[in-house]
């Protein structure tokens, strides 16, 4: 399975950016798909998390209320959806994959067997 982020840019704060996750090689049905981002000298984090199937999403708390995520079965990708940018939103983001993983690690970055390259956000003040 390949994931491919796009969607990054510069946006000032307030504003939005649509990222997405486009899956090759698999077509996705069990599957849990997420968002992790990284800045410098940061540690990855986790940002939103969707259950391919339920459609049951997870967030991390320093994004409720702000960003989105969604998924597209027709087109086999994964959007988030980012509202209301902070400067602290500036980083590299990662989409994330994989199965049988449990709702108390969803958040982890070991529980996702599969990874995308990163795409960058920078929010300016």
């Known amino acids: 399975v390949q994931l491919q982020a796009s969607g990054g840019g510069l946006v000032q704060a307030g504003g939005s950016l649509r990222l997405s996750c486009a899956a090759s090689?698999?077509?996705?049905?069990?599957?849990?798909i997420g968002w992790f981002r990284q800045a410098p000298g940061k540690e990855r984090e986790f940002v939103a998390a969707?259950?391919?199937?339920?459609?049951?999403?997870y967030y991390a708390d320093s994004v409720k209320g702000r960003f989105s995520i969604s998924r597209d079965s027709a087109r086999n990708t994964v959007t988030l959806q980012m509202n209301s940018l902070k400067p602290e939103d500036t980083a590299s983001y990662y989409c994330?994959?994989?199965?049988?993983?449990?709702?108390?690690?969803?958040?982890?970055?070991?529980?996702?067997?599969?990874w995308g390259q990163g795409t960058q956000v920078t929010v300016s003040s």
């Open positions: 994330a994959g994989g199965r049988g993983i449990i709702t108390s690690s969803t958040s982890l970055a070991a529980s996702y067997s599969y």
């Open positions: 969707i259950r391919w199937g339920s459609r049951t999403t």
């Open positions: 090689g698999r077509t996705f049905s069990s599957e849990t």
